[in-house]
């Protein structure tokens, strides 16, 4: 939850520093509830329109109260609704206005910051922009085109890239930070694949029926078998790992 000033003597004095908070105070505010949230982050919704904090003479952002509920709403629209900050952007004006507008329905768990794009009114497969990519992933145009150069992420139509993309990107970047490069990737790369290949083996005639229900109990069906790949695959480092450290 967000932390809030206590109030005694020093009330009005409390108040003010509430009206105008520093942006590593606001960083501090929203860190219990989001523990992954970067000044940086807060930036770049700055420049995205999202919030609009005071600026002082000497040019130092200066944060309300308000500036800081919004920016928690965005981050949590971002983690439990699976929307793009355009679609945010839009909602929250909406709520300044007066009107009611309904949210998807929320998805947590797979990623901290995914996105939703909406086709008719219907949530569909997620989809991003390259600049929020970047932004979400928290990494460089340079790393993001040398990842890509070795099949770690692809974009999509359009350039857009889906959901699973920023979980790849931040894992390729922490294991960096390890000094794997991605050119020590490409073997995790290829075994990817192969079990992506295997699964679509199991599910292809699932998949070809003309029953809509048994198509969709091929997409079940898949899921599945890739949750149980990423199980085994992690047991067998982990088996691996044991035998060479004893």
């Known amino acids: 939850m967000l932390r809030t000033p206590t109030g005694g003597a020093g009330h009005g004095t409390a108040a003010a520093d509430e009206r105008a908070m520093s942006i590593g105070t606001v960083l501090l505010r929203l860190r219990d509830e989001f523990p992954e949230v970067t000044i940086s982050k807060i930036r ?4 995205e329109g999202l919030v609009e904090p ?3 003479p000497a040019g130092y ?3 309300t109260a308000g500036d800081v509920e919004r920016l928690a709403r965005v981050l949590r629209m971002q983690r439990d609704h699976y929307l793009p900050l355009k679609v945010i952007r839009e909602h929250l004006d909406a709520s300044a206005r007066g009107e009611r ?5 929320g998805g947590q768990g797979e990623l901290a910051d995914p996105v939703w794009e909406q086709d008719r009114g219907q949530p569909t497969a997620a989809r991003i922009g390259r600049s929020e ?3 979400t992933a928290e990494v460089s ?6 990842w890509e150069s070795y099949g770690l992420i692809a974009p999509g139509p359009g350039g857009s ?5 920023v979980t790849v990107a931040r894992l390729v970047a922490d294991l960096g930070r390890f000094g794997l490069e991605p050119r020590h990737l490409r073997a995790v790369r290829a075994a990817a694949e192969r079990e992506a290949g295997l699964v679509e083996q199991v599910v292809a005639p699932l998949r070809r029926h003309r029953n809509p229900q048994t198509r969709a109990h091929a997409e079940a069906t898949a899921k599945e078998l890739a949750e149980l790949s990423v ?3 992690a047991a067998l480092v982990q088996s691996a790992l044991k035998v060479r450290f004893h």
């Open 231 to 233: 199980r085994l695959h």
């Open 161 to 165: 890239y889906d959901a699973e993309a």
């Open 101 to 105: 507008v309904p949210l998807p329905p």
């Open 133 to 135: 990519l970047l932004a």
């Open 44 to 47: 770049f919704l700055e420049t």
């Open 54 to 56: 005071q600026r002082t």
């Open 61 to 63: 952002r200066k944060f």
């Open 141 to 146: 145009e340079d790393q993001l085109t040398e």
